[in-house]
């Protein structure tokens, strides 16, 4: 037991028992504070149990129990009231009053089940209702969802859209940019056209005054004349030419002039002084040179004497070399009765050279030709050129006027080749507009075009037939009077040029793949010898080659600068002729004598060659 | 809970609680911490059981009464520290179910031929009339020739509720000059008497801690407010001021307040048991300490109630 402190006031034994718990046991030793508290809570619990617990259920049933009964008291109290006070008859109404609540259970339970079945009724509805609601949310779901693909794509279209619209902005500069470039360039064209045409203009305008002035000069000139004629005492003698053409009257002075200069036996012509194409002949020098109605002459019509080469001499060396005109020589012709040589080139001008004591000099140049000249050909009798240029025309000169008498234009192209056909006061042009044109000089008008299958690249006229060569490489010869091709020959390649021997038997054609070609027109069998040589090649569509006037050799030049003479008859290579030329020889041609030879080149030199 | 701490640390201030240690007032405090819940639930546990304390209670009609018809009796349990007009209301219709409305005057009750006093709490009623008798109580209900001079009217429950409001007042006079009671406001003095009313033990107990603390210089009350009554006596009870401690500072036990007051409940050496002193129903050892009674053992209205009755005989 626990000590006892002198705090603590012990007190007896007797602590007092409880009446209905158990009894403490009697200690006077040990009593601690946990005792007297420990005491007191078992106290209240058993106090607490005997009181409280038992009778606490009980009372509380009795308590509903007794509920119940007053409620059933007051319900029979008040049906019990009415009928009757009595008591014997409580049973009878008792029982009276038991089925009448069975009836009112009956009647209650039957609304029950009604009421239930409503309720049924309205819970399907309302489920229905509720499907119905969950069906139009999906739906509406659904909407949403297309409602939101719909906005994405709209903005997506209205992305691109924003897009395309930038790019066509863009465009639009751009479009704007070149539209104002082509306006700029279109005025620039302009003012290059402007130009172009001022220069032009003043081109022509200075050949005008040209024109001009070498007519007036002639004028003056010719007035001087007259006035010295006029004053001069003529003297008469009985000769039947001269005199009537000789007198004073200024009607003939026209015959004066003529005959002075000419150098051939001519002086039975004045025996048509009196005929009555003097007014014509007078007219026409009073005239302004008008184009396309001068008139030739019959003065002109003429017998010429032919020259004929008895041998041709090989070429060995050069005479003399020289620059002879300003650009490029692409043509060059010795005169068909004397040692008169022509060049035409890239100058538009034809400069015509003496060939004396070895040299080449200069004599005249002919201008008139607003382009290049691409060939030159003398007439028979020498007195007259014929050039054909790149300003699709062809001219004719006279040899001692430097203003061309004629000047033939209806080619559509430059001229190529331009020869004086054997026909009188007939000449025949080819040109680069595949047609080959027939003119009249008297009426200096085209008479016939011939539309040819190809470039016409070179002409030659025989008595009877015209021979063309073509870029396609076929010759072809045209009967004179016809105009229609008789014969077509083929060539090796592009044909450059032709030349006819003199004696109108063979042609010598030369190709662009560096072959000439001879053949034998006579014959029925049309042979053909064909002449290479190694080195030579052909420099240029329009290069010239040519045969001896002997007919025994055949010259042309190479791309090289090497004249290359050939053997007709032996088909061998001659002789070369190298180092003298520094570019491609355009031309040469074969003096009738035999003795020279002329090569021209691209870079203006022209070269005199001789065998001595 | 806060009752129970208050209780502990009451406890813990009262010296005669070692065990095993020595006594100082740290030890006792150690003690308290390790010991301390046993007791503190104890604590906790008796205010509990005093407060929900029940009697079986039979409630019998008079027999003169008139009645329409026969009335059965109603059986209630009767909370101990609640006052019988307070609680009987069914009963009061439970009766006036079988009685006419005219010979209905003021219920009063009766056990035994012994008018029973409302303002008595009941369970002193009961330990003082029938502590020994079988259970159910049984207590006959009167409708009529109400005795004026035995028993006071209670119209109202206001009525009942002055009488309470006064006990506690007076028994903080007891304790604590009024202080407490005093420094309480109106709506504190009302949720006393709600928590009685409704038989709610929290709201009650959250004032009524106050009034059972004390400061730590004293320990304890100043003076202790008790009742003692008698089963057969003129006076009413026996009030007189008593201290808890004693000038040398020891506890006052519950055999020193007997002693004190009615030294003939306690008996001499050698002399059977005559009286029972009874408590809420159950005899503490007199060498309980008088301030822990008072804390614990209260009723209500901050009374000790002790009722000395002559121990049965078989």
């Known amino acids: 037991m626990a000590a006892v402190t002198s705090r603590r006031i012990t007190t007896d034994s007797a602590g007092g028992s409880d009446p209905r718990g158990p009894v403490l046991p009697p200690g006077g030793s040990g009593r601690s504070a946990e005792t007297w508290k420990r005491h007191i809570v078992r106290q209240l619990k058993h106090r607490d149990l005997s009181q409280h617990a038992m009778f606490q259920d009980l009372i509380r049933f009795y308590t509903q129990l007794l509920e119940k009964t007053s409620l059933a008291k007051g319900i029979l109290s008040c049906s019990l009231r009415r009928p009757s006070p009595d008591s014997s008859s409580s049973i009878s109404a008792l029982l009276h009053q ?19 079945q409503q309720i049924k009724i309205k819970e399907c509805v309302l489920e229905e209702q509720h499907a119905r609601l969950a069906e139009e949310e999906c739906r509406l779901a659904g909407a949403f969802d297309s409602h939101r693909e719909l906005q994405e794509r709209v903005e997506r279209v209205q992305g691109e859209n924003g897009a395309l619209k930038t790019e066509y902005d863009a465009l639009l500069e751009r479009q704007r940019g070149a539209e104002t470039r082509l306006r700029e360039e279109k005025v620039r064209g302009g003012h290059l056209v402007e130009d172009m045409i001022h220069l032009k203009q003043q081109a022509a305008a200075r050949m005008n005054s040209r024109n001009e002035r070498r ?67 007078i007219r026409e020098l009073f005239d302004r040179k008008r184009r396309g109605h001068s008139v030739c002459s019959l003065e002109e019509d003429l017998t010429c004497p032919v020259g004929i080469c008895l041998s041709a001499r090989v070429p060995a060396r050069a005479l003399h070399v020289l620059d002879a005109h300003e650009q490029g020589i692409n043509a060059v012709r010795f005169s068909s009765s004397s040692d008169l040589l022509a060049t035409g080139g890239t100058d538009r001008v034809i400069k015509l050279w003496e060939v004396r004591a070895g040299s080449l000099t200069h004599r005249a140049t002919l201008d008139g030709s607003t382009e290049g000249i691409t060939c030159i050909e003398f007439d028979p009798t020498g007195l007259r050129i014929l050039a054909a240029s790149y300003d699709k025309s062809a001219l004719l000169w006279r040899l001692d006027d430097s203003v061309p008498k004629l000047t033939l234009t209806g080619h559509i192209r430059k001229v190529t080749a331009a020869r004086f056909s054997s026909l009188p006061h007939q000449v025949v042009t080819g040109s680069a507009d595949r047609t080959i044109r027939l003119w009249d000089l008297q009426r200096a008008a085209c008479v016939q075009v011939v539309e040819v299958a190809s470039y016409c690249s070179d002409l030659v006229c025989s008595e009877n037939c015209i021979i063309s060569g073509h870029f396609d490489s076929k010759i072809r010869v045209w009967d004179t009077r016809a105009v229609s091709c008789v014969q077509e020959l083929p060539a090796q390649g592009k044909v450059t040029s032709l030349d006819l021997s003199a004696d109108h038997r063979q042609l010598l054609s030369c190709c662009r793949d560096d072959c000439l070609q001879l053949v034998d027109l006579r014959r029925r069998s049309n042979d053909r010898m064909c002449f290479r040589a190694e080195g030579f090649k052909c420099g240029s569509d329009s290069t010239k080659a040519v045969i001896s006037p002997d007919g025994c050799f055949l010259a042309a030049g190479s791309a090289d600068g090497t004249v290359y003479v050939w053997n007709a008859s032996t088909n061998n290579l001659e002789t070369r002729l190298p180092d003298k030329h520094s570019s491609s020889i355009s031309a040469v041609s074969w003096s009738l004598s035999g003795e020279y030879v002329v090569s021209v080149d691209k870079s203006r030199r022209a070269v005199l060659w001789s065998d001595i | ?263 003939t409940a306690i008996p001499n050496d050698g002399e059977p048991k005559r009286y029972q002193v009874v408590i809420h129903g159950i005899e503490p050892l007199l060498e309980t300490p008088l301030q822990w009674l008072s804390e614990h053992l209260s009723h209500p209205d901050n009374f000790l109630h002790i009722c000395v009755i002559p121990t049965p005989t078989d």
């Open chain 1, 98 to 116: 038991n089925s009448q609540l069975k009836k009112t259970t009956g009647e209650l339970a039957y609304q029950v089940v009604e009421l239930q």
């Open chain 1, 215 to 281: 007519s007036r000069a002639r004028e003056a000139n010719l007035q001087k004349e007259l006035q010295t004629a006029a004053r001069s005492k003529v003297t008469i003698d009985s000769s039947s030419s001269a005199p009537t053409s000789r007198s004073t009257s200024p009607k003939n002075e026209n015959q004066d002039q003529e005959s002075t200069e000419q150098r051939h036996t001519r002086l039975f012509r004045s025996a048509s002084a009196t005929s009555p194409r003097i007014l014509s002949s």
């Open chain 2, 1 to 263: 809970m806060v009752a129970c701490l208050l209780c502990c640390v009451v406890d813990n201030r009262k010296v005669s609680l070692p065990l095993d240690l020595g006594v100082c007032v740290l030890g006792i405090y150690s003690l308290c911490a390790t010991g301390g819940r046993s007791s503190m639930a104890d604590d906790k546990d008796v205010l509990r059981d005093v407060w929900f304390g029940r009697i079986p209670t039979c409630f019998t009609l008079n027999q003169d009464e008139v009645t329409e018809r026969e009335a059965e009796p109603y059986y209630l349990l009767l909370p101990r520290v609640s006052y019988l007009t307070l609680v009987t209301d069914k009963v009061k219709k439970h009766f006036l179910k079988v009685m006419k409305a005219e010979d209905v005057e003021e219920m009063w009750f009766e056990y035994e031929g012994t008018p029973l006093k409302w303002h008595y709490p009941i369970g002193v009623l009961f330990d003082l009339h029938a502590s020994n008798t079988v259970l159910p109580w049984s207590i006959t209900v009167h409708f009529k020739n109400f005795p004026d001079r035995d028993l006071l009217h209670c119209p109202s429950n206001s009525v009942i509720e002055a009488h309470f409001m006064s006990s506690i007042k007076e028994a903080d006079a007891l304790k604590h000059k009024s202080q407490v009671v005093n420094d309480m406001q109106k709506k504190d003095h009302k949720q006393l008497w709600m928590g009685l009313q409704n038989d709610k033990f929290d709201q009650f107990w959250a004032m009524n801690r106050k009034l059972m603390e004390y400061p730590t210089e004293e320990g304890g009350f100043r003076y202790i407010p008790f009742r003692i009554y008698q089963a057969m006596s003129d006076r009413p009870f026996i009030q007189k001021l008593f201290r808890p401690i004693s000038p040398e500072g020891n506890a006052h036990t519950l055999g020193n307040l007997l002693k004190e007051m009615y030294p």
